[in-house]
């Protein structure tokens, strides 16, 4: 059976949506536990795809993952069997790669293959490997698969020379278990390094500096357990922030930190939407009147890439031009011919893309990555007519039961089976 999902476009949208617990944070945090010589607690986890998959890998490492209701589960790493990843889980998502650091930290060795993923362009794993080898461990790679080890890790100062989202998490996995102290200069600064940190913290690990350039981590010779709740998923929030702007109406997201939206927040009032903000939610309201803005992604606090197809979709429908500069990832532009279908008017100038508002039709299209999938249900739900995204299955991997979601704010959306 092909699975689709189908949208029918130009209705207003009207309610409240609550944001699920952040992905990014969670597929770093779950590994994490393996560094815990105890019971990990983990509240507000989302219940997706990419989740479930990292829970099971932990199982198969000997972890025991019990589920005390649909967001919290408890870990249990005291009697891990194996430092070897199952290879046909860990190839299929990136995050597996923290498995290497947080198995190294706890069994001073790892076998993980090399991650998976969305393809946008190379997404080499060389800064944690820097890493890796400035504790002391070696690292090769062989037929796909890395292996590293080391006799005993050791803290030392390790500059990253991009700033990597995946690196700074992995050495900080590696480093709160060595000997000694560690310090990672010019670390990334998102939302879930802080959340990692926070984690690990309440763990029992001594990490400082999360959130800034510089993380400084002293190791503690055991972590012993502890409960931690996820934050909110910053990227979720502002795909229904940019939802609500391109289909217009009016939209309270709820369980969301509005610091960690501001530079989205400031775009969308660039642009003409109403942005109001309260403790834990965000209120948009639209009348479609919207004109563009120019957009540059860069490292938080900067506009985040992973919200760049998205923004895409709705610049695409809005009136005037505007530019959008993609600076993290080399190719993170091939879902702009599915929006092209729907009658965009785009170019790709190398890592900028020059759009034209205009009113976006109904077509058949294709998920290509999690966000582009994000996009198309954007584009749809603000486009005449119906549209119809093959392979929903990227979107499952980072949103929750989204179509149940997307109906209680008027979203017309249902997911579709056809033989194929
Ligand atoms: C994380 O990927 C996210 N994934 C991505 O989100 C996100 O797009 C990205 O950070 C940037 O914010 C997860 O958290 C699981 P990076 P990551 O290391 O850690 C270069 C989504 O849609 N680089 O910060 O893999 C790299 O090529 C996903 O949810 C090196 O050169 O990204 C890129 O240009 C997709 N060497 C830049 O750094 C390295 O060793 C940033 O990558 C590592 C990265």
């Known amino acids: 059976m092909l699975e689709k999902l189908k949208i029918t476009g130009g209705k207003q949208l009207f309610g409240e949506i609550a944001v699920c617990g952040a992905k990014n944070a969670a597929v770093a945090i779950i590994p994490a536990a393996l560094l815990v010589n105890?019971?990990?607690?983990?509240?507000?986890?989302?219940?997706?795809?990419?989740?479930?998959?990292?829970?099971?890998?932990?199982?198969?490492?000997?972890?025991?993952?019990?589920?005390?209701?649909?967001?919290?589960?408890?870990?249990?790493?005291?009697?891990?069997?194996?430092?070897?990843?199952?290879?046909?889980?860990?190839?299929?998502?990136?995050?597996?790669?923290?498995?290497?650091?947080?198995?190294?930290?706890?069994?001073?060795?790892?076998?993980?293959?090399?991650?998976?993923?969305?393809?946008?362009?190379?997404?080499?794993?060389?800064?944690?490997?820097?890493?890796?080898?400035?504790?002391?461990?070696?690292?090769?790679?062989?037929?796909?698969?890395?292996?590293t080890e080391a006799q005993q890790l050791t803290g030392t100062t390790i500059y990253l020379d991009t700033v990597s989202v995946g690196a700074t998490i992995n050495i900080m996995l590696a480093a709160v278990l060595a000997k000694g102290r560690t310090v990672i200069e010019n670390a990334a600064k998102e939302p879930h390094i802080v959340d990692?940190?926070?984690?690990?913290?309440?763990?029992?690990?001594?990490?400082?500096?999360?959130?800034?350039?510089?993380?400084?981590?002293?190791g503690v010779p055991e972590m012993k357990g502890g409960t931690y709740s996820i934050i909110p998923d910053q990227i979720e929030a502002g795909t229904f922030m940019l939802l609500a702007a391109a289909a217009g109406g009016?939209?309270?997201?709820?369980?969301?930190?509005?610091?960690?939206?501001?530079?989205?927040?400031?775009?969308?009032?660039?642009?003409?939407?109403?942005?109001?903000?309260?403790?834990?939610?965000?209120?948009?309201?639209?009348?479609?009147?919207?004109?563009?803005?120019?957009?540059?992604?860069?490292?938080?606090?900067?506009?985040?890439?992973?919200?760049?197809?998205?923004m895409v979709a709705l610049l695409s429908t809005v009136g005037g031009k505007s530019t959008v500069d993609e600076n993290v990832w080399d190719n993170r532009f091939q879902y702009i011919s599915e929006l092209l279908n729907m009658g965009a008017d785009i170019t790709i100038n190398g890592r900028r893309a020059n759009i034209s508002g205009t009113t976006l039709h109904g077509a058949e299209v294709t998920a290509t990555d999690l966000r582009a999938g994000a996009a198309l249900i954007i584009a749809g739900a603000a486009a005449e007519g119906v549209t119809e995204i093959a392979?929903?299955?990227?979107?499952?991997?980072?949103?929750?039961?989204?179509?149940?979601?997307l109906r209680s704010i008027g979203v017309k959306i249902e997911r579709i089976f056809e033989a194929d």
């Open 391 to 405: 392979s929903p299955h990227y979107i499952d991997r980072g949103y929750s039961d989204i179509e149940r979601r």
């Open 196 to 218: 990692v940190a926070n984690f690990l913290n309440a763990m029992g690990a001594n990490v400082r500096g999360a959130g800034t350039d510089v993380i400084r981590i002293n």
């Open 250 to 310: 009016e939209v309270l997201v709820r369980n969301i930190i509005p610091t960690h939206m501001n530079c989205l927040t400031s775009k969308l009032e660039e642009m003409g939407v109403n942005v109001t903000e309260y403790d834990d939610s965000i209120r948009i309201e639209s009348d479609g009147n919207l004109k563009g803005t120019s957009v540059r992604t860069m490292p938080y606090p900067g506009f985040p890439t992973d919200l760049q197809p998205q």
């Open 38 to 147: 105890g019971v990990c607690r983990i509240e507000n986890i989302p219940d997706i795809k990419d989740v479930r998959l990292i829970i099971d890998m932990l199982v198969r490492l000997g972890a025991s993952v019990t589920y005390v209701d649909d967001t919290t589960i408890e870990v249990n790493s005291s009697k891990l069997k194996t430092h070897i990843a199952p290879m046909e889980l860990a190839s299929r998502m990136r995050a597996s790669y923290y498995l290497l650091g947080a198995l190294l930290g706890r069994m001073n060795r790892a076998e993980v293959s090399l991650p998976g993923g969305c393809n946008f362009g190379t997404r080499p794993i060389d800064l944690h490997e820097k890493g890796f080898r400035a504790m002391g461990a070696t690292v090769e790679i062989k037929d796909g698969i890395v292996y």
